[in-house]
C-alpha cells in the first residue's frame, strides 16, 4: 500500500486525505440529521399517543356525566371541556384538541 503512494505527489496525498475527511464529515452530518428527525418523530408519536389517551379517557367521562344532565353533572361536564392548565395531566378536552392542533402542524 505505501508503495502505491511514493510516485503520488504531496498535494495529490493531502487531497485523498481532505477529501476523505469530507466524504466521512459529510456521512456524519447526515447521521446526526436523520437521528434528529427520528427524535421529533418519536416525541412527536408520544404526544400524539398520550393525546388520544387523555381525550378517549375525558371524552367518555363528558359523555357520562352529560347523561346524568342535571345541575353538579352538567358543571363537571363543562369543567372537564373547558378548564385549562398547564399540568399535563390536568388537561382538559379543548386544551388537549388545541394543543394536537398545534402539534400537528410542527
Known amino acids: 500500500m505505501l508503495s502505491a503512494f511514493k510516485n503520488v505527489s504531496v498535494r495529490a496525498k493531502f487531497l485523498i486525505i481532505a ?6 464529515s459529510l456521512c456524519s452530518i447526515w447521521g446526526m440529521v436523520e437521528m434528529g428527525t427520528a ?3 418519536q416525541s412527536m ?3 400524539h399517543i398520550e393525546f388520544s389517551v387523555r381525550l378517549e379517557s ?3 367521562k363528558y359523555v357520562r356525566l352529560m347523561k346524568d344532565g342535571f345541575g353538579e353533572a352538567r358543571t363537571s ?3 372537564i371541556l373547558n378548564a385549562r392548565s398547564d399540568n399535563t395531566s390536568a388537561r382538559h378536552i379543548r386544551v388537549i384538541l388545541m394543543r ?3 402539534a400537528s402542524t410542527r
Do not use: H, K, W
Open 19 to 24: 477529501s476523505a475527511f469530507l466524504a466521512v
Open 100 to 102: 394536537s392542533e398545534t
Open 58 to 60: 375525558l371524552g367518555e
Open 77 to 79: 361536564a363543562n369543567r
Open 39 to 41: 427524535n421529533l418523530m
Open 45 to 47: 408519536e408520544r404526544d
